[in-house]
């Protein structure tokens, strides 16, 4: 039994399907740095993106396939003398929300037939926010999860069989501006809508088209 979306307990008992995490080459070399995601009241989308390829999918079956991002511990965190260090406890966690990609419910054919990204996720700070995104504290750190749900739709979800996996790679802290220069030029080098630095007088930022 593991720990489903919403904090219930669901069986994995799909020991067929196969969750592969694209991009992993990318995705680590911004986990040995550390990575970083910028979180801002209107939502920002992640990059790198979260997309996975999938296998062992009954083709005539339909699925719902969703993100949610757990905290990995109870530690707030701040960038010193150029690493990152626990400073102090976790503010609460706003309540989970799950990101149930557009094209859920679909058959396991469909799911399997390409690369399944999750582009259009985005990450907010706004507590009040109203558009459906990932809401998350600044300076904390946390874990994507997938989730393959097998239902027809979003009201028989609870019923049906998940099967959930996480990778080690997509751990990152939430920040409001990045701490990590190294970070910033690899977010720079390998995102191709990086608009690159601009110099506002407050700094170096990185822009993002979100």
């Known amino acids: 039994m593991i720990s489903g979306p919403g904090g219930g307990q669901v069986e994995t008992s799909d020991k067929t399907i196969k969750i592969v995490l694209e991009n992993r080459d990318l995705w680590q070399k911004f986990h040995t740095l550390g990575t970083e995601m ?26 719902i396939l969703l993100i949610d991002v757990l905290p990995v511990d109870d530690c707030r ?60 504290n600044s300076m904390h750190k946390y874990q994507p999860r997938v989730h393959v749900v097998q239902a027809n739709d979003v009201f028989t979800m609870r019923w049906g069989s998940f099967y959930t996996y996480a990778f ?4 990152f802290i ?25 110099d506002n007088g ?5 822009d993002q088209r979100s």
């Open 38 to 63: 910028i979180i801002t009241k209107t939502g920002r989308r992640m990059f790198p993106t979260l997309k996975v390829s999938l296998e062992g999918l009954d083709p005539h079956t339909k699925y």
């Open 77 to 136: 965190y701040k960038y010193h003398n150029s690493e990152w260090v626990v400073t102090g406890k976790a503010e609460p966690h706003m309540p989970g929300r799950l990101y149930v990609h557009p094209d859920s419910p679909a058959s396991g054919s469909h799911w399997m037939k390409q690369p399944v990204s999750f582009h259009k996720l985005k990450l907010t700070n706004n507590n009040l926010d109203q558009n459906g995104h990932i809401i998350l």
């Open 168 to 171: 080690e790679e997509t751990k």
């Open 174 to 198: 939430a920040v409001t501006a990045y701490q990590n220069e190294q970070i910033t030029q690899l977010k720079i080098d390998n995102n191709p809508f990086a608009k690159g630095f601009r």
């Open 202 to 206: 407050m700094g170096r930022r990185l």
